[in-house]
């Protein structure tokens, strides 16, 4: 069983930032998604276990950045240029065969972490 612990969530103005962070209990691909009521579950970042490779969705691109830190099995979401639309619970997940880009393929999920962008 994977365990993850997630932390970093909070409140933020809008134009700020704030860095989440997922400790894994060994080294596998991992990735964010975010929910907000009512909505499906949706990607926002993943990398392969390595971090050579990164993918994002557009909702992302050019203001998040994931990265990791292997020797700690601690994957980051940098969030900067944060907008009211960013508001959700965030999730870490963990794919065990495959980077985890859809709630299809994630096996793990971490508990969530609430991030609120006020305007």
């Known amino acids: 069983q994977v365990q993850l612990v997630e932390s970093g969530g909070g409140l933020v103005q809008a134009g700020g930032s704030l860095r989440l962070s997922c400790a894994a209990s060994g080294r596998y691909a991992m990735g964010w998604f975010r929910q907000t009521p009512g909505k499906e579950r949706e990607f926002v970042a993943a990398?392969?276990?390595?971090?050579?490779?990164?993918y994002y969705a557009d909702c992302a691109k050019g203001r998040f950045t994931i990265s990791r830190d292997n020797a700690k099995n601690t994957v980051y979401l940098q969030m900067n240029r944060v907008k009211p639309e960013d508001t959700a619970v965030y999730y870490c997940?963990?794919?065990?065969?495959?980077?985890?880009?859809?709630?299809?393929?994630?096996?793990?999920w971490g508990q969530g972490t609430q991030v609120t962008v006020s305007s």
């Open positions: 997940a963990v794919g065990r065969d495959v980077v985890p880009t859809t709630t299809t393929n994630t096996d793990y």
């Open positions: 990398l392969t276990w390595s971090g050579g490779a990164t």
